[in-house]
């Protein structure tokens, strides 16, 4: 008896029925297979047997609440809902976080409009059962339609609830969740809990995937800190200071063999030489090297760039170029001269035409398309400022 009491534990999860069969009094085996009865969507369900079974079960063990979620349950499908409600109760007395009982109390709290105490259970869900959020997504536009229902949201999200990216990444995949997924982002930047890059990155791609450029990049702007706010202007960060970066809008370096790219301060450079320094390890250098986002309304510009070098060897070239995302083209390009010099100023002008480019992106780049070791980079770039501004019309 005690090796088919132990062999009926060892099976309760995948294979309940053949537990039960070693163990009659097996509860968790019976709650199991009651609830993938419950769960399968290709056979008819007979809730009568399923009903009995658990009554049964009830008489094993009185204080178990998965029990009584699943009564409460069956007697939901079978529309006695007054009564559901009450065992769903009583589950959640014996135990909070019982699965069922919370799913089917937190739609009744969306239905009945006590939209605060569903989301306090949507919480105490999440906590305990992560992968639910699919089961309470559809209730979640309702709820942050809601003032009192977003501030109860919006509460959880200051308090960093562990569900939060999840809730963010989600509303950040359709056009009606994206405009909550923003405002409650805007909500929280002054908050203890701040929103991070990826909670930024996930709402901002969303709207680029719409196309809604302008969106996208007043979220970066308003999401910035007294800090970062200092480094702002049309490139920002255009002194290259080694803040945190990662944040859309923000300086980018892609993967690249080849070279190295670092940022200094202008504090704690060695001859003033801050910025971003890009060192070139006498190999072949293919595409980006540095790039931003940018959004510049209509109008005339001239980009400058103050850098300095040393043995620099650039066989296939070395620009910054300005490309128009949406629709794509170039806007304009200057290139990096060869050779050793101190702090020497770039500059170009260049224009963006009415309405014809909502957001671009500046690179740092080389014009080979082969990585050729006939053409290997050597030397040393460091760029102290990168800046853009609008001239006179």
């Known amino acids: 008896m005690a090796s088919s009491i132990g062999l009926s534990r060892f099976l309760e999860t995948e294979t309940p029925t053949v537990a039960l069969a070693l163990d009659p009094f097996n509860v968790d085996a019976l709650t199991a297979e009651i609830s993938g009865d419950l769960n399968d969507t290709n056979n008819a369900i007979d809730l009568d047997a399923l009903l009995a079974k658990a009554k049964r079960a009830l008489t094993f063990d009185l204080a178990d609440a998965r029990l009584y979620s699943l009564i409460g349950e069956i007697k939901y499908r079978q529309g006695e809902k007054d009564e559901a409600y009450q065992l769903f109760d009583q589950a959640r007395k014996l135990s909070k976080t019982e699965i069922h009982a919370l799913q089917r109390s937190i739609g009744r709290n969306i239905e009945a409009g006590d939209l605060p105490k569903a989301v306090g259970e949507i919480d105490i869900l999440l906590r305990r059962w992560p992968d639910q959020f699919p089961a309470v997504a559809d209730g979640l536009p309702t709820i942050l339609s809601n003032s009192e229902g977003y501030q109860a949201v919006l509460a959880a999200i200051r308090a960093e609830a562990p569900w939060r990216a999840t809730l963010i990444y989600a509303l950040s995949k359709t056009p009606r969740g994206i405009d909550f997924a923003n405002r409650l982002l805007l909500d929280s930047a002054g908050s203890s809990a701040p929103p991070n890059s990826s909670e930024l990155s996930a709402v901002i791609s969303g709207y680029f995937r719409q196309k809604q450029y302008g969106p996208a990049y007043r979220l970066f702007l308003f999401t910035l800190s ?56 006498n190999t072949p250098v293919k595409n980006t090297a540095l790039q931003q986002l940018v959004s510049l309304p209509s109008g005339s510009y001239k980009i400058s760039l103050i850098a300095s070098a040393r043995n620099l060897k650039l066989p296939k070239g070395l620009f910054w170029s300005i490309r128009c995302v949406d629709p794509a083209g170039e806007i304009a390009r200057f290139n ?41 980079y050597v030397g040393t770039l460091v760029m102290h400022k990168l800046s853009v501004e609008r001239l006179p019309s």
């Open 336 to 376: 990096i001269p060869e050779g050793t010099y101190n702090r020497q100023t770039l500059s170009q002008e260049f224009s963006v035409g009415p309405a014809a480019c909502p957001i671009q992106l500046l690179t740092l780049q080389t014009a080979a398309i082969a990585e050729s070791w006939r053409f290997r």
């Open 226 to 281: 007294e800090q970062e706010r200092k480094l702002g202007g049309y490139v920002f960060n255009s002194t290259f200071e080694p803040v945190s970066r990662g944040k859309p809008f923000d300086w980018q370096i892609p993967g690249q063999s080849g070279l190295e790219v670092t940022f200094v301060t202008s504090q704690d450079a060695v001859e003033g030489e801050g910025g971003a320094t890009v060192r070139f390890l």
